[in-house]
């Protein structure tokens, strides 16, 4: 038995739910194709939330490719670690007032 929990704002709630003890008890319980299903949607999921962090560390599309050509769902992957490149990254999704506002303060922060 599983305890499940969801939380918005200030409100908790919790139930309690079987979902099997390994592969095969999830597939006794919900079948081979909701176990499949729902596998599949996670490990879509982990993949994209990798090559999200790529992109935001200002990753090239290239590498990001031939990185993930290695990945496997379960699988950690290393984080970049040019700074630089992941600030640069961030930046440029923010909106045009978000940037002036940063340029503003990086500005005031030099004539110090």
Known sequence: MEELKATKGEREVTIS???????QGAIA?????????????AAKIA??????????????????I?????WNPGVS???VSDP???????FASLS????EGILEKLMA???K
């Not at 319980?29 to 949607?41: I, R």
């Not at 630089?84 to 961030?90: C, D, P």
């Open 17 to 23: 739910k079987e979902l099997g003890a390994d592969c």
């Open 66 to 70: 031939a990185k993930m050509s290695g």
């Open 77 to 79: 992957m290393e984080r």
């Open 96 to 99: 045009p007032e978000a940037k």
């Open 84 to 90: 630089v490149a992941s600030l640069l990254g961030k």
């Open 47 to 64: 993949a994209q939330n990798i090559m999200r962090r790529y992109l935001d560390d200002g990753m090239p599309n290239e590498e990001i």
């Open 29 to 41: 319980l919900f079948g081979e194709k909701v176990v499949y299903t729902n596998f599949k949607k």
């Open 109 to 111: 922060s030099l004539n």
